[in-house]
């Protein structure tokens, strides 16, 4: 009699996610990003705040001040709001 064994091996990855809250201030002079607390930020953004071009340049911006690719930034709350709820993967 031939015993057969059968091992499920699962594997649970975890991306640390931080969520911050934004600020955003378009038409502006020029692009700056302050923090105000850990959780808190203020952005100044030149783009206007017409057909997503502001949260796009939004995206671009953290993306590059948190050292992740543009990919891991998601606005998830205040798409069209100057309060922004946004989400960094890998931090």
């Known amino acids: 009699m031939i015993e057969y064994c059968l ?3 699962s594997c649970i990855l975890v991306i640390d996610t931080m969520r911050v809250y ?3 201030i378009p038409k502006s002079s ?4 302050e ?6 930020y203020k952005v100044w953004l030149t783009a ?6 502001a949260n796009k340049s939004l995206i671009e ?3 590059d001040y948190f050292n992740v690719s543009k990919s891991n930034v998601e606005i998830v709350g205040g798409k069209t ?3 922004k709820i946004v989400d960094i993967l890998g931090k």
């Open 81 to 83: 709001s100057k309060i």
């Open 30 to 33: 020029k692009n700056k990003i």
């Open 61 to 63: 911006k953290l993306a």
């Open 35 to 40: 923090k105000i607390s850990d959780e808190e």
């Open 48 to 53: 206007l705040p017409i057909e997503g071009k």
């Open 7 to 9: 091992v499920i091996v």
């Open 22 to 24: 934004v600020k955003v």
